[in-house]
């Protein structure tokens, strides 16, 4: 067992409970200020379902997301810790680095999420999807809510790339092909 690996795990479990709560409770709060008419709370607490599975499936979509910036974050701190430069400047850019990272994911997650009830809404043009769902109607929220969900685990992917592809990995030299 090597503890670095041990003390690595540790803290990427501390940083994605992290991530997991701002970004939850971010999400919620925006998607409660996105819908205005609706009143998802007062909808929740007098039972509405409907409500309950889409802001459901617009966490899950969050997460399916935003979980792809978990790996990017453990380079830079494993860039970070392990590295020959280890001052407050590069700490700050290793901090920087994360939360861009972070904050990139779920900007996306939630550019896809808004995507997918726009899509949705074209999809379905004798649908009023924010009516049926303000009314109760399980079936569109469901239909709504695994179409959110099957979006978000496909764009995660390209999210993934992206994100990866921004970690600063150090220089190491270069092999010529001869």
Do not use: H
């Not at 949705?120 to 109607?137: C, H, L």
């Not at 685990?153 to 993934?160: E, H, T």
């Amino acid at each position: 067992m090597s503890w670095q690996q041990v003390a690595f795990g540790l803290i990427e479990f501390f940083v994605s409970i992290f991530i997991s709560f701002i970004l939850i409770f971010g999400s919620y709060r925006f998607f409660l200020a996105l819908t205005p008419k609706i009143d998802e709370e007062r909808q929740l607490r007098a039972g509405n379902t409907s409500v309950g599975l889409i802001l459901g499936s617009a966490i899950i979509g969050e997460a399916i997301v935003v979980k792809q910036a978990i790996y990017p974050v453990m380079a830079v701190i494993q860039i970070f810790v392990l590295g020959q430069d280890r001052n407050i400047w590069n700490f700050l850019k290793m901090v920087g680095f994360s939360l861009g990272y972070v904050l990139l994911a779920g900007l996306l997650a939630l550019a896809c999420i808004l995507f997918c009830f726009w899509l949705f809404s074209k999809m379905t043009p004798r649908i009023n999807q924010y009516e049926e769902i303000k009314n109760n109607n399980i079936a569109v929220a469901l239909f709504m809510a695994f179409f959110i969900v099957a979006i978000c685990f496909l764009v995660s992917s390209g999210v993934a790339g992206l994100v990866r592809a921004l970690i600063p990995f150090p220089e190491v030299g270069s092999i010529p092909i001869s």
